[in-house]
């Protein structure tokens, strides 16, 4: 399978970003051990409009199959978002720091039995997780701002010991739920995962993810939000059928949309 060529590229990509696709371009350092160990991947993201991703599904679904998890690969996300006491992962999101990290839970069609902490880090132009999952005593407790028992977990691979190191540093707190409808293809070569987040919103009465009384407020109603994720290259086949978009790439963070209204609602109802 070849790998692509620097001129047929996604639409509209920076200089940056292009340097992410050309075929000769030699990593100078091992980004692998640069991260602690965990795999790095690239992603980029768009905002689309419904015609365009009806097009695109087309397209991509002789390709790509569906992800194996929720009913043909739909299922629903949502995300407890964690920040310090300074709102750091915010304001690094806004300043556009290349180096940055977040902390989430995160359920999948709000199964109780599946809850998973999570780390996103952002390395420049790379990302990559730490995860592992939580009982529902201990996601109570996080929701009551104890992670004490965490502390035995000192790895530096180990989300428990990188959560519970912040928290000692600048206190983590629960801040804000994002919930939206995803729909995920997936391709082996490249590990090429494509996301389609749909009606995305916010959770603005409470922070137990859980709660029977969690009320929401719908932010994008036709506006969906188009993640490409992938190793070192993208199969020259799924490239042509993303290729031509009419939509730039931008840097989409659910959280921080999310947090601005949650915000506008507390203030104005």
């Known amino acids: 399978m070849r790998l692509l060529k620097t001129t047929k590229l996604l639409p509209k990509l920076n200089s940056g970003e292009t340097k992410l696709f ?9 980004r692998t051990v640069l991260s602690g160990g965990r795999r790095l991947r690239h992603e980029l993201k768009f905002l689309i409009d419904e015609g365009t991703y009806i097009a695109l599904r087309n397209r991509l679904l002789p390709l ?13 996300v949502t995300s407890l978002y964690f920040d310090d006491i300074y709102n750091s992962g915010y304001w690094q999101k806004l300043n556009g720091m290349e180096t940055r990290r977040k902390f989430r839970i995160r359920a999948y069609n709000l199964d109780p039995s599946v809850i998973k902490l999570e780390a996103k880090h952002k390395d ?5 997780k730490l995860s592992r999952r939580l009982t529902e005593e201990q996601y109570r407790v996080l929701l009551s701002g104890d992670c004490s028992f965490m502390q035995e977990s000192d790895s530096e691979e180990d989300v428990f010991g990188e959560f519970y190191r912040s928290d000692l540093i600048t206190r983590l707190r629960p801040r804000v739920i994002v919930d939206y409808q995803r729909e995920a293809l997936i391709y082996p070569f490249g590990n090429v995962r494509i996301t389609f987040d749909k009606k995305l919103s916010v959770c603005t009465n409470t922070l137990d993810m859980f709660s029977p009384q969690a009320q929401y407020s719908q932010i994008y109603d036709k506006e969906i939000i188009l993640e490409v994720k992938f190793d070192k290259y993208i199969p020259e086949s799924i490239q042509a059928a993303i290729h031509g978009i009419n939509a730039p790439v931008q840097p989409v963070s659910k959280y921080m949309i999310c947090t601005d209204r949650m915000l506008e609602v507390k203030s104005y109802g």
């Open 124 to 128: 420049e132009s790379y990302v990559s």
């Open 64 to 76: 790509m199959k569906p992800d194996g998890n929720g009913e043909n690969g739909k299922y629903r």
């Open 22 to 30: 050309h075929r000769e371009q030699r990593v100078k350092q091992d």
